[in-house]
């Protein structure tokens, strides 16, 4: 009995979604010609022209008594080479530190602290990280070396470059906040 009603149950599973599918289909689809016909029926666009392309005339520079547009205006390696005669210059072979690439105003000093005979400084940068720094560190953008750490400043010496004599060297602190 049991069988005869699994039996009857799979097969209305499978009879009732045929049956209910034949009752959809419809052969008259004259909804559908009629949408195609007033598809086709309508007027068509245009296509507006693309617009006209104006030759543009060619510029020759002729140097003259003007300037050479792909030289520097600042003239800053020339004025390197000569310098005054007193060495001071940035090293190009040293590897830049971290904190070179902040400018000095947006660096400040929290801190410090004290290791060994080591007096280490604790600077922060606008991202909010903050640095261990130490005499012999770089920070700021002008090669500025630290030359002392104090409990409440940072002294450092910056390399300027000064458009008559090279460069030239300058005091700057960094004072505890």
Do not use: H
Not at 70 to 80: N, P, T
């Amino acid at each position: 009995m049991i069988r005869v009603l699994a039996t009857l149950a799979r097969a209305l599973v499978i009879l009732v979604p045929a049956i209910s599918m034949i009752g959809c289909m419809n052969d008259d689809m004259g909804d559908l010609k009629r949408y195609v016909k007033e598809v086709k029926a309508r007027k068509q666009g245009s296509i507006e022209p693309l617009p006209e392309i104006r030759q543009i005339e060619p510029f020759f520079y002729k140097t003259g008594d003007r300037r050479n547009p792909f030289r520097s205006v600042d003239q800053g390696e020339e004025v390197a080479e000569e310098g005054d005669g007193s060495g001071l210059a940035p090293d190009p072979n040293r590897r830049k530190e971290e904190l070179e690439s902040y400018s000095l105003d947006s660096l400040r000093m929290v801190g410090t602290l004290m290791q060994v005979d080591t007096m280490w400084a604790l600077v922060k940068t606008k991202d909010k990280t903050i640095y261990r720094v130490k005499a012999g560190n770089y920070l700021g953008r002008n090669d500025g070396r630290i030359t002392r750490v104090t409990e409440n400043k940072i002294e450092l010496t910056e390399l300027i470059r000064d458009r008559q004599q090279g460069y030239r060297e300058r005091q700057a602190t960094l004072a505890l906040k």
